[in-house]
């Protein structure tokens, strides 16, 4: 049993940077990989970065030079710093353990 908790979201204007952390608590592995995927209105969950414990990462194309995101394994963390935002990139944002763990959310909006 594993909780996660987000935090970071927020109203940006196009080309602002935000910061997105998760932090995990309960029956902790470190095998599973942890990322983040969001979700806009009308449309399909998608994936935004994946890392694994030993530290391979997989971004989605869209965020490719743009979001880095990073993890802690002593403290059980993953962070999402996102830069040069876009306003496709506003969606509710979500932390997963292994796929199988979701945390509830936090609301990034990218607008003027």
């Known amino acids: 049993q594993v909780q996660l908790v987000e935090s970071g979201g927020g109203l940006v204007q196009p080309g602002g940077s935000l910061r997105l952390s998760c932090a995990a608590s309960?029956?902790?592995?470190?095998?599973?990989?942890m990322g983040w995927y969001r979700q806009a209105p009308g449309k399909q969950r998608e994936l935004v970065a994946t890392i694994t414990s030993g530290g391979s990462i997989n971004y989605a194309d869209s965020v490719k030079g743009r979001f880095t995101i990073s993890r802690d394994n002593a403290k059980n963390t993953v962070q999402l710093q996102m830069n040069s935002l876009k306003p496709e990139d506003t969606a509710v944002y979500y932390c997963t353990y292994g796929l199988a763990y979701w945390g509830r959310g936090t609301q990034v909006t990218v607008s003027s």
């Open positions: 309960g029956s902790i592995s470190r095998i599973p990989a």
